[in-house]
């Protein structure tokens, strides 16, 4: 049965379109306004021309509340709308990768909210419900759920998969951001946009105001203020950080429910989003050398989708951890991804003397620059200066090398890169997209090569993927090939319905059973081609007919 | 392994040529108008001859770095004259097969034939310097390997 969207929508999309009418109309009718040659009548003018656009609006919400319709069916999520151009879409429900549920301060009030379904298909939101009770959208969220589970098992006859499926979710809390913990963070965080935005604020509007106040301070008070200013704007930023961190992951809760990822947070606006397990990308552990020597981290969940709800506009969707305890952190790790215990093999030793190369080389530049600006202006120290930090260089150097690594494990890959934001990723083989394989002329020259494993993730932090780095050639010539073909292994159990991410029977196999596994998967997959073929003889058919 | 059509080192060669040529016709320009003293009348030559020659050299070496080898589970390739790049891409997560022909192709007789995948970066891997009718098999059989062995749920 096809369901509408809530009534109370209608009052809060014309009020959210229609609000600038009705402020400008206020200051119009208080007399700040006047339209030349209607005299005393401009306000009444005024007053019906406003009051037409009222209405007019509140019609055109009522007809497209009453013109939208969606329906959750067995398959399909089928969504009618639009008031002049109509619309229908039906989006299959394999294919959607998350579910978001946001609702702002008005929004809570009126007990409504803005669910979004999110695909990997385009650069946006595929669909959106504006809006609907908030029962109805956790109801959207457990039903898809449900549904989706249902298709999977109807999909994998084999009997352990519907055994896993079957049932009621249960659901467990993973993690849960306590007060001291969002504290933490917020006082790590530091708005690095403020200081932009104030100084365009400041070149803008006030160059002028400034420029005729610089000529008369003299140059003490003047050094005096602009470190005052200084301070200010850090104190400022890290002001402003702190309290965005804090109302962004005010209360953050994160629940496993049956085979999906639930999390809630904010306090102004709340998000409440679900992903299912079997749509996660990588995950990615990040830390810094201050979170390192306390012991906390944090995590990234990808999927393929986009959210408007994550920060920072064009980071895809993400569920993150801002800052937990590392080892919660690990056994967070565990419960999605049963990655086992992770044994990095760092890159040979020869790496470590490139990196000590190219940081020298940097320290030598430097150097080369305060020669340079010592003929020219005389500095007030000595141009061998920047040679103090040669040992820094060593150190940094080490700790690169250090701080690199790969393993695979037994349906992982796992990654490290970075010193002062160091990444660690964890890819399941299943969802590598492709293999590079690349080596310039410096890695050449030593022997070295760079293996990317390239995933369909949307997190673009730097578009860093997971990367072995600085691996010897020959090893690089090794990760290619296995990295193929455990994606292979991957893809046929995964077909076989037994090692799917999110159907735990399948980890923690011993070898002997993982080999069954492959055998029963290869004569799953001939069958899966069997129907593949069939199907398109099916389709061959009907174009004959046609 | 399949190495690319000779003539696609017309093509590359032809390209660097336009693109020395567009430099030295900057470099040219700068000289009239600007005529900056320190300038000599010759730069626009060494302009043409530099990028041309770099070009060139670049389209030699560049052909004989390319090598592609379409295997029983996945497309291989290898590429790149300071960067050697080699790029496996498994025909589970092909997404869609094109065959393209620029304009610069057309003048040669070659197309590309371009592999999509997911990923989020090389999420398109193009083979250059094929006939069109290679092109377009190399599109077919690609499609139909990648149908047979169709990943159930890639994203």
Same mark, same amino acid.
């Given at each position: ?48 021309v ?66 979004s ?47 896993? #499926? ?38 803008t ?11 008369t ?37 994160? #629940? ?12 102004l ?22 979170k ?22 064009g ?13 919660? #952190?690990l ?8 990655v /086992? ?11 470590r003397?490139?990196?000590?190369v ?68 964890i ?19 030593? /022997? ?19 990367a ?11 990760l290619?090939?296995e ?18 991410i999110?159907f ?43 | ?23 030295a ?26 990028? =041309? =020659?770099? =070009? ?13 080898e ?9 590429? =790149? ?75």
């Open positions: 049965m096809p369901r509408s969207l809530s009534p109370l929508s209608i009052p809060y999309r014309a009020f959210q379109r229609g609000g600038g009418i009705v402020v400008f109309l206020a200051f119009a009718l208080s007399g700040g306004f006047s339209i030349p040659g209607v005299g005393p009548a401009g306000p009444l003018i005024l007053l019906v406003g009051l037409l656009a009222v209405v007019a609006l509140v019609g055109f919400e009522i007809a497209y509340v009453r013109r939208f319709s969606y329906e959750l069916g067995e398959e399909t999520l089928d969504i009618d709308s639009g008031v002049l151009s109509r619309r229908s879409r039906e989006i299959p429900l394999r294919r959607i990768q998350n579910v978001d549920i946001s609702r702002n301060v008005v929004q809570r009030v009126l007990g409504i909210a803005l669910v379904f999110e695909t990997a298909g385009g650069g946006e939101t595929e669909a959106q419900l504006k809006f609907v009770t908030f029962e109805e959208a956790k109801r959207l969220q457990r039903e898809l759920a449900r549904l989706k589970r249902e298709g999977s098992a109807e999909a994998s006859e084999d009997g352990e998969g519907t055994e896993a #499926v079957a049932g009621k979710p249960e659901s467990t809390e993973l993690f849960a951001l306590d007060r001291s913990e969002l504290a933490i963070l917020g006082a790590l965080s530091i708005d690095l946009r403020v200081p932009g935005i104030l100084f365009l604020l400041v070149s509007i006030g160059s002028t105001v400034v420029s005729t106040y610089l000529d301070v003299p140059g003490f008070a003047l050094a005096v203020l602009a470190a005052v200013l200084v301070l200010g704007l850090a104190f400022v930023s890290w002001v402003v950080g702190a309290a965005a961190s804090i109302i962004e992951y005010y209360d953050f809760r994160l #629940v496993r429910s049956g085979d999906e990822l639930q999390y809630e947070r904010g306090l606006q709340r998000y409440d989003g679900s992903i299912p397990f079997d749509k996660i990308q990588t995950l990615t552990i990040a830390d810094n050398p201050l390192r020597h306390f012991g906390y981290a944090s995590l990234y969940i990808e999927t393929a989708g986009y959210a408007p709800g994550s920060s920072g506009g980071r895809g969707s993400e569920a993150a951890i801002p800052l937990a305890k590392r080892d919660h #952190v056994e967070l790790v565990e419960e999605l991804e049963p /086992g215990d992770v044994d990095l093999e760092r890159p040979p030793r020869v790496a003397r490139r990196y000590l190219r940081y020298l080389l940097v320290v030598g530049v430097f150097t080369g620059i305060a020669y340079g600006a010592n003929a020219l202006f005389a500095l007030p120290f000595p141009p061998w200066t920047p040679l103090l930090l040669a040992p820094l260089a060593i150190l940094f150097a080490h700790a690169t090398w250090r701080n690199r690594g790969h393993w695979l494990g037994d349906h992982h890959v796992v990654t490290r890169n970075g010193v002062l934001r160091r990444e660690t990723k890819v399941p083989y299943y969802r590598i997209q492709t293999i590079i394989d690349s080596r310039n002329v410096f890695q050449r020259r030593l /022997g070295l090569a760079t293996v990317t494993a390239d995933t369909a993730g949307s997190l673009s932090l730097g578009g860093q993927d997971a072995a780095v600085d691996v010897s050639s020959a090893r690089a010539d090794e290619r090939e990295l193929e073909a455990r994606l292979g292994r991957a893809v046929d159990a995964y077909r076989a319905g037994r090692a799917g999110g735990e029977d399948a980890y923690g196999v011993d070898s002997l059973q993982s080999e069954a596994v492959e055998i029963d998967s290869e004569d799953d997959s001939e069958g899966d081609r069997d129907d593949i073929d069939s199907a398109s003889e099916s389709v061959e058919s009907r174009e004959e007919d046609a | 392994m399949n190495r690319l059509n000779p003539r696609i080192r017309l093509l590359w060669i032809v390209r660097a040529l336009i693109t020395a040529t567009v430099l016709g900057i470099a040219f320009g700068v000289g009239r108008v600007l005529a900056p003293p320190w300038l000599p009348a010759w730069t626009p030559a060494a302009v043409f001859v530099a990028f =041309g =020659g770099l =070009g060139v050299m670049l389209a030699v070496l560049r052909y004989r770095a390319w090598r592609y379409v295997r029983e589970d996945s497309i291989y390739l290898e590429r =790149g004259v300071f960067t050697k790049v080699r790029t496996v891409v498994p025909f589970v997560r092909i997404q869609h097969v094109d065959t393209s022909r620029s304009p610069t192709e057309r003048l040669v007789g070659l197309a590309s034939t371009v592999v999509y995948t997911a990923g989020s970066r090389g999420a398109d891997v193009s083979v250059p310097g094929l006939t069109p009718t290679d092109a377009d098999d190399l599109r077919e059989r690609l499609k139909r390997l990648a149908i047979r062995s169709e990943g159930e749920d890639a994203v």
